[in-house]
């Protein structure tokens, strides 16, 4: 009597291989498609303007699919997880980024995202960081990206990022960026 095997068994072992058959052409199908550039009169530069249509509505399923080659391997989850999750120093910069003009507090951000101050000390000093630290992170990267934009004069931008002393702000920008 002849035994057949599990068909789940075969399709598991046919997709689970270090390198999956279709990865090339499916690598260069996407970048195909992120590469075809339109122009103004809506022909494509690299390609013929069908083809180009063709690849970028078929992009949400070539993702798909190197998405699912990747997370079947073991590993996968925890990757996917931890970049998933928002760490508590990234919660206290983004509270701190959402108005950078405010003279933010120790006690108003644990406040705002209902910890105690002592309890947001120590877990902060575990993700190897502290408030000041990311309080001065978060007004520097606000003060770069409005200098860098242009609109902004430097008493403004320290205004507009918690300074009330622009020599002070000048000070920290230098400090904080090692420029001169």
Known sequence: QTKIANPVEKVQKIFYTPDFPARREVFEHLKTAF?????????CNSCNNQSCIENEELIPYFLLFLLTAFLRLPESYEIILSSAQITLKERVYNIISSSPSKQWKLTDVADHIFMSTSTLKRKLAE????????YLSARMNQAAK?????????????????????????????????TT
């Open 35 to 43: 590469s075809c550039t339109m122009d103004t009169s809506k022909s």
């Open 127 to 134: 993700e190897g960081t502290s408030f000041s630290d990311i």
């Open 146 to 178: 409005l200098l860098r934009i242009g609109n902004h004069n430097v008493n403004s931008v320290a205004l507009k990022c918690g300074y009330d002393s622009t020599s002070y702000f000048i000070q920290c920008f230098k400090k904080y960026f090692k």
